[in-house]
């Protein structure tokens, strides 16, 4: 279902942002991005995972190598090749369709197909800066934006690209949310985990996490005292209906495995855990320190936890 690994301790040349990496996977992994782009004649330069690149008629500026190197991490070396491959050549039909789309882009009932809701961690609002986005924090450290979601790729939404469109925020989230809903119906499974299950939402695409938005329709998330719910990135989803307490033995599993999941990746979103309980979210806060949990519960759920048989 998905794996619990731990950060491993590397050896200096391996720099932070890849430190998930053996050294011999790290090697491959930086050969094959050179490979890439030499064979398209692109100098590039390689600073704090970004890739600083010449100019070029591919529609190629600085290129993060987070995501893809994640991607390669949950693949054999032999894979990074075609992972690297795919996943620019992806940027570059993602530049030329958004060429094209600039074109339509004041036309809401042309463009309106494209507008989606995406959760992203706050880390990555501060990179793009809010005053170019246009979105709503939503709980702990996950903003909501809205985004075009295109074929080849997702953009954010600019605050000047809806002044023609004469509609409010709250309408392109309406919009965008159901857009979601429509093209990415979640998938979702129970499984079994150690001594207790969860529910577990998976997917290939990038908005798994919306399944927070529309938990009041799948009845089968219910819980008498609520849920436990984390988004650890981009793909999944866990989530616990909490009945008894056997929640207790659920929370030294779940709380573990999302640190985890978000550790790893690709599309890290929040190591966060939310209690839901009537259309709220409450953060449940804790520490993992030398493989252990210390959990610091508000008070709302540590008189919950009391209360249960």
């Known amino acids: 279902m998905f794996s619990l690994f731990n950060k491993k301790n590397n050896k200096t040349e391996i720099p932070n942002w890849a430190s998930f990496f ?28 970004i890739i600083l690149v010449t100019e070029n008629e591919l529609g190629f500026s600085n290129l993060g190598l987070s995501n893809v190197a994640q991607n390669c991490k949950q693949d054999k070396p032999k894979n990074y090749k075609n992972i690297i ?22 036309n809401f009932e042309e463009v309106k197909k494209y ?8 880390e990555y609002i501060d990179y793009v800066g809010k005053e170019f986005a246009i979105g709503k924090e939503f709980e702990g450290d996950i903003y ?3 985004v075009f979601d295109f074929p080849h790729s997702i ?21 965008g949310l159901q857009n979601i809903k429509d093209k990415y119906p979640p998938t979702i499974t129970k499984e079994n985990f150690n001594v207790f299950d969860i529910w577990f939402a998976n997917s290939d695409h990038f908005f798994t996490p919306n399944i927070v938005y529309d938990l009041e329709n799948q ?27 056997e929640v207790v ?45 210390q959990l610091f519960p508000p008070d709302n ?6 209360e249960l048989t």
């Open 144 to 146: 909501s934006m809205l």
């Open 22 to 49: 053996e050294n011999s996977e790290y090697s491959t992994f930086i050969y094959e991005i050179e490979n890439y782009f030499r064979k398209l004649n692109i100098e590039i330069e390689i600073s704090d995972g």
């Open 249 to 293: 033995k659920a929370i030294n599993g779940i709380f573990p495995a999302i640190y985890n999941m978000n550790l790893e990746g690709p599309g890290s979103l929040s190591n966060k855990v939310f209690w839901y309980n009537d259309r709220v979210f409450t953060e449940i806060p804790y520490k993992m320190e030398d493989g252990k949990l």
């Open 115 to 122: 507008i989606g809701v995406r959760l992203y961690n706050d």
């Open 155 to 175: 953009a954010n939404i600019k605050p000047e690209q809806i002044k023609k469109w004469e509609k409010s925020i709250d309408e392109l989230f309406e919009i």
């Open 85 to 106: 491959k795919d996943h620019f050549n992806s940027l570059i039909e993602a530049n030329k369709f958004e060429i094209e789309f600039e074109k339509i882009v004041d």
């Open 219 to 245: 009845k089968e998330l219910t819980g008498s005292k609520g849920l436990l719910i984390g988004i650890p990135h981009r793909h999944s989803a866990i989530i616990y209906p909490i009945e008894n307490l």
């Open 301 to 306: 759920f540590l008189k919950l936890l009391n």
